[in-house]
């Protein structure tokens, strides 16, 4: 059982350790410093697909959620830097703590761990006694430390699948994954209201006026977009399913309903076929969706960071004793 007093204390303490605000000068060669700088400080450079080009290009491994918690519990160098959003660099600290792990700008935060305040998430578990709490990898680690398992887009149907049928299941923050795990898996779990302000913003009517103009193309989404644009696509997966659905099926059009930073690694992976961004709402000229919260991280930034080994991800140790139990249940599930 959860010590609800150790958790909001913490959650109190779970302070960011300054925010760099240091003018870079335009002559320093960013990427040869930033290389320099890992080398020298032995540094692991891990990034999501969402990163800009040119910080994928300086990483030491690109991946989803679920792969870049693995690398980080498993890396050997004393520093991990992360391009990646907050919560990303918190999994990080709790799997391996006595790294120093950075975060090019702690205000890379993300809407669906923002849409899960302790305080609620702590009254909406009390309201279902009995109900495992699964939770997806974007949250905080309060929320993780409140959680039973954790689960990433790449691995959600199987962590549900692997809890007896009889037991009833609160999933959480995302409900248009959650959505679409209750399709998948018949179980009918009880659904936090939160959801991922970049996936939603793709629109349908343009998504299928898109489709009649490339009528061969096939629709890749990511689970957090809405059920009527998952009803439409052809392949539904984590980015990393995403871009391995891309590389393994014969056709040579693709429109791709995620956030446009995985086009870098996509196109690289397959760059005989045609990717197309799928449009969202709010742009009718770039057809792009952007995470501004991804987008934070500058290759500036990263220098400075590295220079620096600021600002710091720190987690409470309470808190990352009782978030590392979730996670690590997680990581033993998808090990099969
Ligand atoms: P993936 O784990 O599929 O990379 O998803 C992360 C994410 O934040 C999607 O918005
Ligand atoms: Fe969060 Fe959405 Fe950005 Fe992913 S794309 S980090 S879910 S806001």
Known sequence: MVDHDVVEKASQNLTEVGFLNIPVDKKIDLHAEIRRLKKEKNVVLLAHYYQQPEIQDLADYVGDSLGLSQQAAQTDADIIAFAGVHFMAETAKILNPSKKVILPDLKAGCSLAESAPPDLFRNFIE??????????????????????IICTSSNAEKIINSIPADRPIIFA??????????????????????????????????????????????????????????????????????INFVKRDPATEFI???????????????????????????DNTCA??????????????????????KPEVVVPEEIRLKALIPIQRMLEISKG
């Open 288 to 309: 792009c969706s952007e995470c501004a919260f991804m987008k934070m991280n500058t290759l500036e930034k990263l220098y400075l960071c590295l220079q620096y080994e």
């Open 256 to 282: 791709i309903a995620t956030e446009a930073g995985i086009l870098h690694q996509m196109a690289k992976e397959v760059p005989y076929k045609s990717l197309i961004p799928a449009p969202s709402h709010e």
């Open 127 to 148: 309201a279902h006694p009995g109900h495992i709490v699964v939770t997806y990898i974007n949250c905080s680690a309060e929320i993780k430390a409140m959680s039973d």
């Open 173 to 242: 923050p995302d409900k248009n994954l959650g959505h679409y795990i209750i399709k998948k898996t018949g179980r009918n779990l009880v659904l936090w209201d939160g959801a991922c302000i970049v996936h939603e913003a793709f629109a349908i009517d343009k998504l299928l006026e898109l489709h009649k103009q490339h009528p061969q193309a096939k629709i890749v989404a990511h689970p957090e977009s809405e059920d009527h644009l998952l009803k439409v696509a052809h392949y539904v997966g984590s980015t990393t399913g995403m």
